[in-house]
């Protein structure tokens, strides 16, 4: 069964980066593309970019270009976020999440989500 | 980037009662609407892609219809389970989500 797993929560000063960890598996990791998304605490859902695991081409969500970064090691199944520059309001909840082959921006897989804070 | 508006931001009902939940998109995305259920500690569930497909797994209760700008969610019965907050998403131009409706017990 596809599966999802995050890496753990974060607490990071203003001005620092994050670098959040998604392994998949249970499927071939190259045929799907990883895509992120956020929420704020007591807030609604922000998609933050795509990455496709088959060559890498990106697309972000044009608030946070920029600032974010996402990659993937083929290697190990695993996709990364990368945000720098964090704010107070960077805190949130980050999932991350795939789609099938027709669908790819409908998610019926999530990860668990990484909560991170940002404080001074 | 495409708008999506949902209305009510709260919904008050009772289990048994009908739920119509609504989402307007500020230009067209034709069917590429999904509906999620998300409940507090969770990450979201899909329940409805293009605009009225149920995924695998989704209670039959579950219905979703339109087209264009303006879709509903229905849920014909609520069940205890049921109360969440709900989240409508277009796949149309990249990716944007609703601000959702919380469908709270009465």
């Known amino acids: 069964q596809v599966q999802l797993v995050q890496s753990g929560a974060e607490v990071k000063k203003p001005g620092a980066s994050v670098k959040v960890s998604c392994k998949a598996s249970?499927?071939?990791?190259?045929?799907?593309?990883i895509s992120w998304v956020r929420q704020a605490p007591g807030q609604g859902l922000e998609w933050m970019g795509w990455?496709?695991?088959?060559?890498?081409?990106?697309n972000y969500a044009q608030k946070l270009q920029g600032r974010v970064t996402m990659t993937t090691d083929t290697s190990t199944s695993t996709a990364y976020m990368e945000l720098r520059s964090l704010r107070s309001d960077d805190t949130a909840v980050y999932y991350c999440?795939?789609?099938?082959?027709?669908?790819?921006?409908?998610?019926?897989?999530w990860g668990q989500g990484t909560l991170v804070t940002v404080s001074s | 980037e495409i708008v999506l508006t949902q209305s009510p931001a709260t919904l008050s009902l009772s289990p048994g009662e009908r739920a119509t939940l609504s989402c307007r998109a500020s230009?067209?995305?034709?069917?590429?609407l999904a509906w999620y259920q998300q409940k507090p500690g969770q990450a979201p569930r899909l329940l409805i892609y293009?605009?009225?497909k149920r995924a695998t797994g989704i209670p039959a209760r579950f219905s979703g219809s339109g087209s264009g700008t303006d879709f509903t969610l229905t849920i014909s019965s609520l069940e205890p389970e049921d109360f969440a907050v709900y989240y409508c998403?277009?796949?149309?131009?990249?990716?944007?989500f609703g601000g959702g409706t919380k469908v709270e017990i009465k």
């Open positions: 990455i496709s695991a088959y060559n890498g081409n990106t």
């Open positions: 999440a795939r789609g099938v082959a027709t669908t790819p921006f409908d998610f019926p897989f």
């Open positions: 998403q277009q796949r149309s131009n990249w990716v944007t």
């Open positions: 230009q067209s995305v034709s069917s590429s």
């Open positions: 249970g499927y071939t990791f190259i045929n799907y593309g």
């Open positions: 293009d605009a009225s």
